[in-house]
């Protein structure tokens, strides 16, 4: 879900998708940084994302990927139930917390 | 398929390169922050993670992982196999040679229980019979055939039908075949068209019947050359010119060896339900319409029962001969493999035991293989193999190791079933030949999916329950999880000892049975007999004395010829049965005549005057038929034993007077007692029996005699001769049925001899798998006992001791297994019963001496492993460690 939601805003190389996600998440998720590009394959297969290659920064050739409408579509569902999932928390704590 | 391949390696190389640049990324990205490149790029990837690992699932993603897994595995396996060519060699001979016995008796099985009958809706065809009278007798009778098919509502149409044989003049010497006479419903209830011509018309039965024939398709093929312009055209069937009218199609063989199927002469208006005329007995068929069900059928045998009952006159039921009468139908093919059945189902069980137990025994191999290689599956874990991984691999090499098996043994099983069908034993006589056909083929593929399995899991769970640490800081197995598998082995041999010891004792109590029934005394020697048939059906022998002559004259040339010491006729010859329902009521003169139906009954057969002689039977008081009995002197018999016994209980029979005939008209008085002699099988008790000379020319259905002949020696070398001298007297006189008396005794035990050699050559490999079995158990134990037995020698144990320790682990793993075994006999000796004869199921000296032999077996294969052991040299055992 996070990959998706970082490519909805602009594709993206591998490397840097991983750059993104630890300042984005404040370094608080220590995922394996190979562990990515399993994800990707599976994404690019259900054709949530698409690839091509281009350059990075650094001009090396890299495979770009990029949200697809499918991706977006899968996004919204898992966004949605992301959201129902935390407000079903937030309702079982707040009795706890008041 | 090539251009998935060449996308799949593109893919592979993309997401390799895709990694690489990752890592080279983030060096650059450490080597900004001021790291000197080597640490960074050490960090890359540790942060990275498994990079080969990642590239793999990556890749994975894109294909048929599980399909590329899988041939990873085979690969894997046939490698591992390659270099443990001693195991696969194992593996695949055991299961080929128990997949092979496991398929031949499936297709024994399917080609006669499962496989249907080749009729058109064959499983409609029924098998109508009725049981009545004190003794439940099977009959047909005639009047009954017509009333059933007159009355019933569920059939499409009965067929009544006899069998009998006919003399055809043949091509070059006349020819005995085996007909059947059958109603023209036999066709339409059969439901097989005609291959050439039609079958027979409606109006072609009854005496009256025009002599019309419809032939088989091997006797047209074999004997009449296959000519399709043969309808038409005439054969002379005893003596008399007979129509072809049709040729049945090849696969129509019904009964089983028909040749040619003619008009049964049986009328209605004479079949009539009285007990001053002969009644018809016919076996009859029918067709059961398609909209109705068994119970339907059942309740519609039960109407037609009871009406039919009802139409017999009430001295029928006075005599007790309708008591308990029922009119009932059975699916043919049920009927036709009736006797059979349970037997092919005990095969079945006991060579399905032997398969488990070669799957106990590849187990414990594969086992002892998985404890040697627990290193290295804990490699294989440490370098990031998944347990699920791990154990489907174990059971990817287990199949691996079953299918040479399976194809091998699919292999024997087609060269049996080849032997089998050359050799007929006479249990599969009745059949068509065995055929391994496609349902075979996936039978075994089946079994060696789920032998492979079943022989896998073992070691599978055992190689999943391995402890990666422990197993890579060991290097013997003296822990815990080879413990465990240390404990499942021993479980696997008591099971693999017990399950052989069933097998041993069901093949003990069919062993016992078939001595029993092969040192049956005969009576008379059997040796240097040679006995053959021959047929006088036809206008020529019509009278008793033409018949007599006919007999006389060939019996004359027979005793003059150099090497035959005596030559007799006879309806019957013993072990070939009395001719069914030859029993003829009589009453003894001088005794109160019981009523007409409770007079005593006793099989009345008829034998030349030399008869005794030339078989041997002993006389035991007054004389046997000699020339003073001929058609002008009065009617004498010989009694056998039994009859003796059971008419004249401790009185003096000789010189009675035995009233046959309706008006009590015949005196027949028994002049001599001799010998019982067993008329069927060996395993009947010998029934009352009363002989007639044909010497007193009284019977005139007289038509088909069999010679016995004593020769001087081999009675094979007197054959052509013997066929000669038939010939000599009448060339148109067809010899059949050529058999010494040793060969006739050998049939009738030949089905017990077949099926004990098929349970004892099941029993055997059981015993030797298992001695392997038990062998390979202790030699482990001894394996990983070594520091052990090693202190123990050290410490002073003595060989002897040494080698207690290890026979005694062997004994005590025997007896657990004569425990279970026992039990499980006990248990499964009753499916048994009805192939035993003169032993019961649980017989006492077969439990007794089987478990004997287990032990003796077990200690035998324990003695190699026990000698080892105390051989063992400590100082040796201690520093392997």
């Given at each position: 879900m996070m990959i998706l939601q970082i490519l909805r805003s602009g594709p993206m190389h591998g490397y840097a998708l991983v750059q993104v996600i630890k300042r984005t998440s404040d370094e608080l998720?220590?995922?394996?940084?190979?562990?990515?590009y399993p994800a990707l394959q599976r994404m690019l297969k259900a054709g949530w994302v698409a690839a091509e290659w281009g350059t990075s920064a650094r001009n090396r050739r890299v495979r770009i990927y990029k949200i697809m409408p499918a991706g977006r579509k899968q996004l919204e569902r898992e966004i949605s139930s992301f959201e129902r999932m935390l407000d079903g928390i937030a309702r079982v704590m707040r009795p706890a917390e008041s | 398929m090539k251009w998935n391949l060449i996308r799949r390696r593109r893919l592979a190389a993309e997401a390799a390169e895709e990694v690489a640049v990752h890592i080279e990324e983030k060096v650059a990205d450490l080597m900004e922050a001021g790291m000197p490149e080597q640490e960074a790029r050490h960090q890359a990837a540790r942060d990275f993670g498994n990079a080969m690992l990642i590239a793999e699932t990556s890749r994975e993603v894109w294909t048929w992982a599980w399909l590329e897994r899988l041939g990873q595995d085979v690969r894997y396996a046939v490698r591992g196999l390659r270099r443990d060519p001693m195991v696969a060699l194992t593996a695949a001979l055991t299961l080929a040679i128990c997949i092979g016995a496991n398929t031949t008796v499936f297709s024994i099985v399917n080609s006669i229980l499962l496989r249907p009958l080749?009729?058109?809706?064959?499983?409609?065809?029924y098998w109508v019979s009725e049981r009545m009278g004190k003794d439940e007798i099977e009959v047909g009778l005639g009047p009954d055939y017509y009333s059933l098919r007159e009355e019933?509502?569920?059939?499409e149409d009965v067929a009544a039908r006899s069998e009998t044989i006919v003399t055809w003049a043949g091509t070059e010497k006349p020819e005995q075949l085996d007909a059947e006479q059958v109603t023209p419903s036999f066709f339409r209830v059969m439901g097989t068209q005609p291959m050439l011509g039609r079958y027979l018309?409606?109006?072609?039965?009854?005496?009256?019947?025009?002599?019309v024939v419809v032939l088989s398709y091997p006797f047209w093929r074999s004997r009449l050359a296959g000519?399709?312009?043969?309808?038409?055209s005439t054969i002379t069937l005893d003596g008399k010119p007979t129509t072809v009218v049709g040729v049945m199609p090849q696969g129509f063989n019904f009964p089983n060896g028909t040749q040619i199927w003619k008009p049964l002469d049986m009328d209605q208006a004479t079949s009539?339900?009285?007990?001053?005329s002969p009644i018809r007995l016919v076996l009859m068929l029918a067709r059961l319409k398609p909209q109705f069900t068994d119970v339907q059928l059942a309740r519609e045998m039960d109407r037609l029962t009871h009406s039919i009952h009802a139409k017999y006159p009430p001295e029928f039921e006075k005599g007790g001969f309708l008591t308990g009468m029922k009119i009932y139908a059975v699916p043919l093919q049920q009927w036709i493999t009736g006797d059979d059945r349970p037997a092919l189902l005990v095969l079945t069980g006991a060579v399905g035991l032997v398969l488990l137990i070669a799957c106990v025994n590849l187990a414990n191999l594969l086992l002892a293989r998985s404890g040697a290689r627990t290193r290295e599956l804990a490699v294989r874990m440490a370098l990031g193999a998944g347990r699920g991984r791990i154990v489907k691999q174990v059971l990817v090499e287990s199949l691996a190791l079953a299918l040479p098996g399976g194809l091998a043994g699919m292999a024997v099983a087609y060269g049996t079933v080849q032997l089998l069908n050359a050799w007929k034993p006479l249990m599969l006589q009745g059949y068509p030949p065995i055929s391994v056909d496609f349902t075979t083929l996936v039978f075994t593929f089946a079994i060696t999916l789920v032998t492979g399995l079943l022989f896998g899991v073992a070691p599978a769970l055992a190689a999943a329950g391995v402890s990666i640490q422990d197993s890579l800081k060991s290097?013997?197995?003296?822990h815990s999880a080879g413990r465990k598998a240390a404990r499942l082995r021993q479980l696997l041999v008591v099971a693999e000892l017990g399950t052989s010891l069933v097998l041993m004792i069901g093949a003990g109590l069919l062993a016992r049975s078939f001595l029993k029934l092969a040192s049956?005394?005969?009576?008379?020697?059997?040796?240097?007999l040679l006995t053959l048939r021959a047929n006088l059906a036809?206008?020529?022998?019509?009278?008793a004395e033409s018949q007599l002559r006919f007999y006389d004259n060939v019996l004359d040339r027979l005793k003059r010829l150099?090497?035959?010491?005596q030559a007799a006729a006879a309806v019957d010859i013993p072990?070939?049965?009395?001719?069914?329902?030859?029993?003829t009521p009589f009453q003894v003169a001088?005794?109160?005549?019981?009523?007409v139906l409770q007079r005593p009954e006793a099989n009345v057969t008829t034998v030349s005057r030399d008869f005794f002689r030339t078989l041997g039977?002993?006389?035991?008081?007054g004389r046997v038929f000699d020339?003073?009995?001929?058609?002008?002197s009065p009617d004498t018999v010989v009694v056998n034993q039994a009859f003796t016994r059971a008419i004249f209980p401790g009185e003096n029979p000789l010189n009675r007077v035995l009233v046959y005939g309706e008006n009590d008209s015949e005196r027949r008085t028994i002049v001599g007692v001799v010998g019982n002699v067993r008329a069927?099988?060996?395993?009947s008790e010998p029934t009352p029996l009363v002989y007639r000379c044909n010497c007193q020319g009284h019977?005139?259905?007289?038509?088909a005699l069999s010679f016995v002949i004593r020769t001087t020696g081999d009675p094979h070398a007197v054959i052509r001769t013997a066929e000669g001298q038939v010939h000599a007297v009448d060339r148109d006189v067809p010899v059949f049925d050529i058999k010494t008396m040793d060969e006739r005794l050998a049939d009738s035990v030949s089905t017990q001899r077949f099926q004990l050699a098929l349970i004892g050559t099941f029993a055997v490999i059981a015993l030797v798998l298992s001695a392997l079995g038990i062998y390979g158990v202790l030699s482990y134990l001894v394996t990983r006992r070594t520091r052990e037995i090693g202190i123990r020698i050290a410490m002073g144990a003595q060989a002897g001791e040494v080698r207690r320790l290890v026979v005694g682990e062997s004994m005590v793993l025997a007896l657990l297994a004569v425990l279970a075994g026992l039990g499980g006999a006990w248990g499964l000796t009753r499916y048994l019963q009805s192939m035993l004869?003169?032993?019961?199921?649980?017989d006492g000296a077969t439990f007794a001496v089987m478990p004997v032999v287990l032990l003796a077996l077990a200690i035998a294969a324990s003695l190699l492993p026990a000698r080892r052991a105390s051989r063992i040299d400590p100082m040796a055992a201690l520093r392997e460690e």
């Open positions: 998720l220590q995922i394996e940084e190979g562990s990515l | 080749p009729y058109p809706r064959s499983e409609r065809i019933n509502r569920v059939f018309a409606p109006d072609e039965q009854g005496v009256k019947a025009p002599d000519n399709r312009k043969v309808v038409g009539l339900r009285s007990l001053s290097a013997s197995y003296t049956t005394d005969l009576e008379f020697p059997p040796e240097n036809g206008s020529r022998y019509a009278t150099p090497m035959v010491r072990l070939e049965g009395w001719r069914m329902y030859n029993l001088g005794r109160t005549p019981p009523p039977i002993p006389l035991q008081a020339l003073q009995d001929s058609p002008r069927a099988d060996l395993g019977d005139p259905d007289f038509s004869y003169g032993v019961t199921a649980l």
